[in-house]
């Protein structure tokens, strides 16, 4: 007998032989164990994902929440600056143009402070992404595919195309897109 062992062989051997079942139900009772214990680790990762989710689209109702509104101010500012042209083709109404001019600036800082971004791609190439073509036309000193004129301004918020820029793109002068 081992004097570091306080059951003696014949406990071993009686505990052995009164349940004949125990390495059976001590197995089932280990993979059961280990089933709850997967079962756990896929609970504790879907949560984890859920919330990431949720944190994101919380994010994005931060950011774009004020969207509708934006797309609705990108027309004022298209009204001002039609005023502002049209005022300084005139003689008169220096006060108007001041004016509209101050307002203008007012509404462009108000807009960088929102996150929105004026999209002005003279002289850029053309991206279907971010600009739309209202027409093409023959250039002999411009690639084809490069904004020539901007009819349009675009705008965007947070980097969300809000609404695309209006332009005239360059075109081969024998009349080919590319």
Known sequence: MNDNNPLSEADTA????????????????????????NSYLRAVA???????????????????????FAQELVGVVDSLEAGISAGAAAAT???????????LKQLLRAFDKAGIKVIDPEGQPFDPA????????????????????VIQKGYSLNGRLLRPARVVVSKTPDGEAN
């Open 14 to 37: 009686d505990a052995n032989s009164a349940a004949p079942g125990v390495p059976t139900a001590l197995a089932a009772a280990e993979a059961k164990a280990s089933e709850n214990w």
């Open 46 to 68: 879907e949560l984890d994902n859920y919330r990431k989710r949720m944190d994101r689209e919380l994010d994005n109702a931060r950011k774009y929440a004020v969207e509708r």
């Open 130 to 149: 971010w600009h739309e073509a209202m027409v093409a036309q023959a250039s002999h000193d411009k690639p084809a595919n490069t904004v020539l004129a």
């Open 93 to 103: 109404g220096s006060a108007l143009l001041e004016g509209s001019t101050a307002t």
